[in-house]
């Protein structure tokens, strides 16, 4: 219903902070944080439009045209969008870990499950 308006903010700050500290960024690879970000957000407006949850008109949400239903989708953006956030964070955590491993083990590791 409104998911994916967490993963659109936290996208938002995510491009901020990229083009206000651009050292910061480049070091703790915000590129790929704002990527994967974008890219789910994107990705969940499409799935809802296909669904008939957002509509090209305002309220744009579904859900926001009876008053009443409003803490429903605050709720939602509560719990199912800010858990696609924390995964968002974890995916992004995991890509900067394996690029901080060794070349050698790096390239281990990409054989074994190539192996697969």
Excluded: Q, Y
Excluded at 62 to 82: D, F, K, Q
Aim: hydrophobic fraction near 55%; charge should be positive.
């Amino acid at each position: 219903m409104a998911c994916f308006i967490a993963p659109l903010i936290a996208g938002g700050v995510v491009a901020a902070l990229r083009a206000l500290t651009r050292e910061l960024g480049e070091r703790l690879k915000l590129d790929v944080l704002s990527a994967v970000l974008w890219g789910g957000t994107v990705l969940l407006i499409v799935e809802h439009a296909w669904h008939g949850e957002v509509v090209p008109h305002p309220p744009f949400l579904t859900a926001m045209t009876n008053p009443a239903e409003a803490a429903v989708a605050i709720r939602e953006i509560a719990t199912s969008g800010l858990t696609m956030v924390f995964a968002s964070l974890g995916l992004w955590g995991g890509i900067l870990s394996f690029t901080k491993l060794p070349e050698r083990r790096r390239a281990r590791l990409l054989g074994v499950l190539g192996a697969r």
